[in-house]
């Protein structure tokens, strides 16, 4: 999406959400402007690989001038924005309770075919903000935890077992690794089943760190505020494992760690310190992980292995990434081999 086209669009739909520039200057004012001139309309950036893209707008008005920051997202189609709409809705719903905290999503402040104007959302994704490791990895399991919410629900286990199967049977894996990487998953499937049974919630479906904005607010409680964006495939329904979006989180970085030192140690480490903010949230509604894993097993290691091995199934016809079929062999290779490792130990991250 090119900057003019999104100045063109907003300059033709801008009159229909100006309530929200004279709510903006009433705030600076302290009074409600008269009337109100859109000066100026700049993208400034956009946020990753989402789409959104960052506007900020300048306002004259008989009360004086000011800035408003406003994130658009325009879609091919009209059923595609109404259907992410509803989903945005859903997300700010099941965060509201949560804004003190410091955990929210952007609300959308207008709505008209295939574009959707959200509210400004200052600060940087997860990749480029300056904020200490740790810390972003904490925040970022908060934020998951919100969403997750506090329910004990039955999981639909059968999902991940025929994901399994078919990932195995059409994965471009040589039919004795098959075999070998059957049999490791066999190997701890019963346990991962028998200690998910109620951690069921609903799915954020593609939580990674693109759609985590961290806006540090220098002089204010909470100085950080994390915004959670782009739900296009949220899943309100309640049969998913707790595991599904944290592992979903976790599987690029997991094997680009990986091929970097043949380690699980940093990949651990960056895990623990995300499971350390779920519990916070956890802790603050009352729960805990024992509440949703049996025996205080959390099978990490399962479903991990599993967002890796679907993985393979995007990469095979990368040549243009992985510079051809030879290279291409040797990343299904080393995912195989990252796949084993992990379902060997039953106690990771610990």
Request: aromatic share 10%; net charge negative; proline share 4%.
């Amino acid at each position: 999406m090119s900057q003019d086209r999104i100045q063109v669009v907003l300059m033709r739909i801008i009159e229909g959400f100006s309530d929200y520039f004279v709510s903006h200057l009433e705030k600076t004012y302290n009074r409600a402007p008269n009337n109100i001139d859109v000066k100026n309309i700049t993208v400034e950036k956009k946020l990753g690989s989402t789409g959104i893209h960052i506007v900020k707008v300048t306002l004259d008005s008989d009360i004086g001038s000011d800035e408003a920051s406003i994130a658009v997202k325009i879609y091919d189609k009209s059923e595609q924005a109404l259907d992410v709409v509803k989903r945005i809705n859903m997300l700010e719903k099941r965060l509201n309770n949560f804004e003190k905290m410091g955990i929210a999503s952007a609300s959308v402040i207008f709505f008209s075919g295939s574009v959707i104007i959200m509210e400004g959302i200052q600060g940087d994704v997860f990749r480029e903000s300056k904020i200490p490791k740790p810390q972003k990895y904490r925040y970022a399991g908060r934020g998951l935890a919100a969403f997750h919410g506090k329910e004990k629900n039955r999981v639909w286990f059968d999902k991940y077992k025929l994901l399994l199967t078919r990932s195995i049977d059409s994965s471009p894996i040589p039919p004795e690794k098959k075999l070998q990487i059957h049999e490791s998953f066999n190997r701890v499937l019963p346990l991962s089943e028998q200690a998910s049974l109620h951690s069921g919630c609903p799915s954020f479906g593609d939580f990674h760190p693109g759609n985590l904005i961290f806006d540090i607010r220098v002089g204010r409680n909470p100085m950080i505020q994390t915004h959670i964006i782009d739900p296009e495939f949220l899943d309100i329904t309640s049969e998913h494992d707790r595991l599904e979006d944290i592992c979903n989180f976790f599987a690029v970085e997991a094997v680009d760690l990986y091929r970097n030192d043949k380690s699980l140690t940093k990949l651990a480490m960056n895990i623990k310190s995300f499971l350390a903010g779920y519990k916070e949230i956890l802790a603050h509604n009352q729960s805990s992980f024992t509440d949703y894993y049996s025996n205080s097993f959390i099978p990490i290691n399962f479903h991990l292995a599993l967002m890796i091995l679907m993985s393979i199934l995007n990469i095979q016809h990368m040549e243009d990434i992985f510079g051809g079929k030879t290279d291409i062999q040797k990343e299904i290779a080393l995912r195989c081999e990252l796949i084993e490792k992990l379902l060997e130990d039953n106690s990771f991250p610990n």
